[in-house]
Nanobody
Framework: QVQLVESGGGLVQAGGSLRLSCAAS????????MGWFRQAPGKERTFIAY????????YYSDSIKGRFTISRDSAKNTVYLQMNSLRPEDTAVYYC???????????????WGQGTQVTVSS
């Protein structure tokens, strides 16, 4: 079992920055993939980025590439999402998730955090 807790969300003006954190605990393995997703009201949950604990492989959605950066601190079992140049359309609940498959598909991830709200005002 893996527990994930997100933090760092909030209200920010367009053009601003936020850094989200995802603290992981439980039965963690180096092979686990850590992903970030978001879900806007009335919309499906969509992929943002993933990284691997061990190799540090990173992959980003085209919609945020160049503005968001995923990183990890293995010693703290924490994954981060640095979000820069935020836009109103980035407003959503942001979730971190853990799985064992390298994929962008939300349903393939096994464990999820509770989510953290990010609101970007224009």
């Amino acid at each position: 079992q893996v527990q994930l807790v997100e933090s760092g969300g909030g209200l920010v003006q367009a053009g601003g920055s936020l850094r989200l954190s995802c603290a992981a605990s439980g039965r963690l393995f180096s092979r686990y993939i850590m992903g970030w997703f978001r879900q806007a009201p009335g919309k499906e949950r969509t992929f943002i980025a993933y990284t691997t604990w061990s190799a540090g492989t990173e992959y980003y959605s085209d919609s945020i590439k160049g503005r968001f950066t995923i990183s990890r601190d293995s010693a703290k079992n924490t994954v981060y999402l640095q979000m820069n140049s935020l836009r109103p359309e980035d407003t959503a609940v942001y979730y971190c998730a853990s799985g064992t498959r390298i994929t962008e598909v939300p349903s393939m991830y096994e464990y999820w955090g509770q989510g953290t709200q990010v609101t970007v005002s224009s």
